[in-house]
């Protein structure tokens, strides 16, 4: 189940990049014990959370893709999202086309794993203040 979903660190990190992840995520990290300090992954129900010392919101892979905005603008040009599985790995990019059809890249990020991809794609379009 966890590799359809963030880590702890990765969550902690798109959080100090000003993203908002609420309890109402699909999935949380719960630490029943502090003093182990170790964390289950969960459906996120409110009786799930009674009794946890620490909650920690995750992303799965269908809200990461919820979260990407379909278009963005920039100097006057509107960039649309593309998602590419590739032969060895993934690629989502924003991509303009002009009217004589020549392909533009705002974004290219690939990787090997897919939440990968959309963990940078998140980070970078929030560092940009895109999201």
């Known amino acids: 189940m966890e590799e359809f979903c963030l880590s702890i660190q990765q969550a902690k990190e798109l959080q100090k990049l000003g993203l908002k992840l609420y309890k109402n995520t ?3 990290f719960c630490d029943f014990n502090d003093q182990v300090h170790e964390y289950e992954l969960m459906d996120n129900h ?3 959370e009674i ?3 620490d909650v920690v919101p995750t992303l799965s892979i269908n809200e990461m893709i919820e979260m990407l905005p379909r278009t963005i603008k920039c100097e006057k040009k ?3 999202l593309a998602i590419y599985p590739c032969v060895i790995d993934y690629l989502i990019c924003y991509e303009f086309y002009d009217y004589d059809g020549e392909r533009e890249d705002k974004i290219d990020i690939r990787g090997h794993s897919f939440k990968g991809v959309l963990f940078n794609s998140l980070k970078f379009l ?3 203040k895109i999201i």
Do not use: H, R, W
Request: charged share 25%; no cysteine.
């Open 26 to 28: 699909s999935m949380v």
């Open 46 to 48: 409110d009786d799930v």
């Open 51 to 53: 009794g946890a010392f």
């Open 78 to 80: 509107v960039y649309t």
């Open 126 to 128: 929030l560092k940009e």
